[in-house]
Every structure is written in structure tokens, then in C-alpha cells.
């Protein structure tokens, strides 16, 4: 039974860990299982001479509505940056293309280890469009589609990590989607995003609960 409100009483714990006594291999499951459901952040990029790259990364979310912005955290592979962040680099420009449940499967196709110049469009079987507003593709049947620009890379000391911040300047919805009433919150009945989880697990939307704020009842 757990403590009555305003109790100093801690709720039992069946285990204590401590991230320091733990190896990197376990910490990353638990940030990544407990940390959930997370917006996935699939990126696609150009590179300098023009090759198409689309990447997912699950650390990544909102940041701030005005401007609008979005950070994505990048790792480094064994032998250097990631494509997506050397693309970053080269073209200032990215787009976000929202994960839903018709592209999970492809959307993870695309998060193959591959060689540079290798083309992940093609190799997920996707059709790539090209953005009008910035220097960037997208996937063509990707019904949600966030156009940004680079503003600014954050140093996060000395971690195999590069958090980038991009600001939103264009949005691309089809027009499949719908709203709430009056507003332009996208129902995710007809959305329908996937959240990563932990390990190969992913969330789909099967059933979307509403509960009004306090303030707002």
C-alpha cells in the first residue's frame, strides 16, 4: 500500500542503482526502457555532394514553441561522426519525418549500420521528396513532416554525444490528417505516431485517452 499524502515515508524499492557502479551497456537499457514512451527523431539529411541519408534517433524531442524548435542527441560510431551529423554540418538543414505506424517497418530498415554513400531511401524501399522551404529530402508518404534548420549545436562536454537544435520553419501535413475541433492539434487517431521503447519494442496507438487539465475543466 503506498504512503498516505504528505507523508515523509519512501515508497519501497525492490532494488537501488546507482549509474556509476553499472556498465555503459546498462545504463543505456535503463534510460532507454524507463524513459518511455519517446518521439522518434527520424532525420534526413543531404550530404555535401548531394547522397540522400535518412536516420532514426530516439533521443530526441520538442525543445520550445516560439520559435519553434527540436533537439535530436547524436552519437558517434566507432570511427568517427554519424552521417546525419557530418550532413548537419555540410547543409545546415534537416527534416523531421514523424514516425507512424504504416513506416515502423521501414523506418527501422533505415537504422541499418551501413557504409557511407549508401543511400537508406532506397534501401528501406522509400520514395524521397525534396523540401521547397529548406536543403533537405523527405519521405514522400510521411503524412507529418517537420522542415528545420540548423540553429546551434550545444556542447555537452566530454561525451560521445552532439545535441543539435533545429528550428522549425515549415510543417508538411497531409491532408489525411485531422484536427480537433478549432484548433490544429492533430488527432492521433489519424496520426497514428510510434514511440520507441526499450530494446526492439515499439508503441503504436490503439486507444488515445483525454484528460482535461484542472485549470481547464
Known sequence: MGAEAGSSELPKATRRIDPAEISARHRYHLM????????????STWSGDGVANLAPFSYFSAICVSPMLVGVSIGNRN?????????????????????????????NESSASVEWGVDEFELAGLARAESDRVDAPFVAACPAVLECTVRMEVDLGD?????????????????????????????????????RLGGAAYGVIREVERVLRPDLR
Open 79 to 107: 570511427d568517427g561522426y554519424k552521417d546525419t551529423l557530418v550532413n548537419l554540418r555540410a547543409r545546415g538543414a534537416f527534416c523531421v519525418n514523424v514516425v507512424t505506424e504504416a513506416l515502423m517497418l521501414p523506418m
Open 159 to 195: 561525451i560521445p554525444n552532439t545535441l543539435v537544435i533545429g528550428e522549425v520553419i515549415g510543417v508538411r501535413l497531409s491532408e489525411e490528417l485531422t484536427f480537433e475541433d478549432d484548433t490544429l492539434l492533430v488527432r492521433p487517431e489519424s496520426l497514428r505516431p510510434v514511440g
Open 32 to 43: 532507454t526502457s524507463l524513459v518511455v514512451p519517446r518521439p522518434i527523431g527520424w532525420l
